[in-house]
T-cell receptor
Framework: GAVVSQHPSWVICKSGTSVKIECRSLDFQATTMFWYRQFPKQSLMLMATSNEGSKATYEQGVEKDKFLINHASLTLSTLTVTSAHPEDSSFYIC????????FGQGTRLTVV | DAKTTQPPSMDCAEGRAANLPCNHSTISGNEYVYWYRQIHSQGPQYIIHGLKNNETNEMASLIITEDRKSSTLILPHATLRDTAVYYCIVRPYNFNKFYFGSGTKLNVKP
């Protein structure tokens, strides 16, 4: 099946700093990618839709100025968590559509 | 909003069939039933999907009731590596967003 890769797999950052997470579709082009967040023992929550060449659309309750999304090419979307705080610590997962939705392996963010 | 109901957890003996139920009583005519699973600390993995006919692939079988209000995912010979959270999702085929419910934690035991 199609491969979606995230980088990094885990990251630790200090409170107040920003961290960027990359999502790449390795063997197909994706005009649309999606970002999810998952807290421990909870399900995945859709945060936003990343659209190549245009602005991302955010789900209700997700702060667009805090979670910056850029989709500059057909194979790369980035999520930047700005001014991170400990409550932003979570598992962030991206997905992209080929024949079906394929998900990245996730990025574990810990803010200390 | 998730439109499915699944039991929170199930146990299955290794080598036996695992039958995971899902209720989707408000499913619309253009909505497909998808199944994904998530092994601990990994991204979700596609398993199978269907509209109204039963489907089978190398991983699993999907049985959808005639009224389409419920379905069952069948893993014919569960292994320890099948221990995961299984998500049942309904969505229109041309609608790319996935809204996840709480899923079923399948525990495969030796």
């Amino acid at each position: 099946g199609a491969v979606v890769s995230q980088h990094p797999s885990w990251v630790i950052c200090k409170s107040g700093t920003s961290v960027k997470i990359e999502c790449r579709s390795l063997d197909f082009q994706a005009t649309t990618m999606f970002w999810y967040r998952q807290f421990p023992k909870q399900s995945l929550m859709l945060m936003a839709t990343s659209n190549e060449g245009s602005k991302a659309t955010y789900e209700q309750g997700v702060e667009k100025d805090k979670f910056l999304i850029n989709h500059a090419s057909l194979t790369l979307s980035t999520l930047t968590v700005t001014s991170a705080h400990p409550e932003d610590s979570s598992f962030y997962i991206c997905s992209a559509m080929d024949s079906e939705a394929f998900f990245g392996q996730g990025t574990r963010l810990t803010v200390v | 909003d998730a439109k499915t109901t699944q039991p929170p957890s199930m146990d299955c003996a290794e080598g036996r069939a695992a039958n995971l139920p899902c209720n989707h009583s408000t499913i619309s005519g253009n909505e497909y039933v998808y199944w994904y699973r998530q092994i601990h600390s990994q991204g979700p993995q596609y398993i199978i999907h269907g509209l109204k006919n039963n489907e089978t692939n190398e991983m699993a079988s999907l049985i959808i009731t005639e009224d389409r209000k419920s379905s069952t995912l069948i893993l014919p010979h569960a292994t320890l590596r099948d221990t995961a959270v299984y998500y049942c999702i309904v969505r229109p085929y041309n609608f790319n967003k996935f809204y996840f419910g709480s899923g079923t934690k399948l525990n495969v035991k030796p």
